[in-house]
């Protein structure tokens, strides 16, 4: 079964679904401001005779016409850093502030992990965490290219995340914490909307694999909750079209955690589509339609969720 082919009810045109899933995605760069600016980068590449096009709702986001991200020398000084466009929404619904603290659970190999760092001006704590060890050096390697030096890492499992080195014992220590401002929680998941650039994930996809990832997402997303301050933000975002991983994991938490869905700002120019309620015979709770799906045809990007969560006292 081509997966695609159950998310066409989801959809407002399954053609354009496919068709978008079917080409391969944009080469597209993310400006590191931890080291340089947006118009000196832009001037960089232009005296490189690279082409590029700006995104029209971020201009930090550029898309290359025929270059791939580190063929030139601003990405090589860690001005610039291979992102996919879509997956720079989730940083902006945490939106996480200068001298913070900060949780990414699962944060190998970076991209995400460092365009919160240029959020927070490179100050406050921001912890990276993956279960990968593996992964952890790729996570390293572009903090320490592009500059990043308020990120410590960490390998645990975050579903069984400890508090414990920062500060649950020691809080009369300078710097200690038993709580994060904000958390982004951005899942392994089944990975359907990463199909434009990887295919073979359409050919490998089962219901099964969904299913089991989905109680692993379910964990993190709990922990996230429980190690955040009572008005802290947690950010939920996968790369899946599936609900069983996206709002039914939503529903899930809301009924175990002190957490409720937002709003967030989605950028002027980026279309998004509400999240579902109903999916398969299940229900969900009304509120995750404020959760956005990026459906690849919309924004010609590649496929998306995220969801932002207020916690409660």
């Known amino acids: 079964m081509n997966p695609l082919e159950r998310y066409a009810p989801l959809v407002d045109d399954e053609e354009a679904f496919v068709e978008a899933c079917a080409r391969p995605l944009p080469s597209v760069v993310r400006v590191n401001t931890i080291k340089t600016t947006v118009e000196r980068a832009r001037e960089a590449l232009d005296a490189e005779g690279v082409e590029y096009e700006p995104t029209d709702w971020h201009p930090g986001i550029l898309k290359l016409e025929d270059s791939t991200p580190g063929t030139n020398w601003p990405y090589f000084h860690g001005w610039l850093h291979g992102q996919e466009e879509v997956s720079a929404l989730p940083a902006i619904a945490l939106d996480p502030q200068p001298g913070e603290r900060v ?4 944060a190998a190999p970076g991209s995400k992990t460092t365009q919160i ?3 927070m001006d490179d100050t406050g704590v921001l912890v990276g965490n993956d279960n990968n060890l593996g992964r952890l050096s790729a996570l390293r390697h572009n903090a320490e290219r592009l ?3 308020n990120l410590v890492v960490e390998n645990q499992d975050a579903r069984n995340f400890s ?6 014992r020691t809080l009369d220590e300078p710097g200690a914490f038993e709580q994060f401002d904000r958390v982004l929680v951005d899942a392994p998941c089944s990975c359907e909307g990463t199909c434009r650039k990887n295919p073979d994930v359409l050919d490998e996809w089962t219901l099964n694999h969904v299913n089991s990832i989905a109680g692993i997402q379910k964990g993190i997303l709990r922990r996230a909750v429980q190690v955040t301050k009572p008005g802290g933000t ?7 079209f599936a609900p069983e991983e996206n709002e039914a994991v939503l529903d899930f938490v809301l ?10 700002d989605v950028p ?3 279309e998004t589509a509400p999240g579902v ?5 299940e229900e969900y709770d009304q509120s995750v339609e404020k959760a956005r799906r990026v459906y690849p045809h919309l924004n010609d990007t590649g496929g998306f969720f995220t969801a932002k969560l207020e916690v409660q006292a």
Do not use: I
């Open 234 to 240: 947690v950010v939920y975002s996968t790369c899946t």
């Open 117 to 119: 760092a240029t959020m």
């Open 277 to 281: 309620t109903e999916w398969e015979g």
């Open 255 to 264: 009924e175990r955690e002190a957490c409720e869905v937002v709003e967030w």
């Open 268 to 270: 002027d120019g980026f």
């Open 147 to 149: 500059g990043v030096t």
């Open 103 to 106: 949780w990414d659970t699962c």
């Open 163 to 168: 508090m414990k080195p920062y500060g649950e």
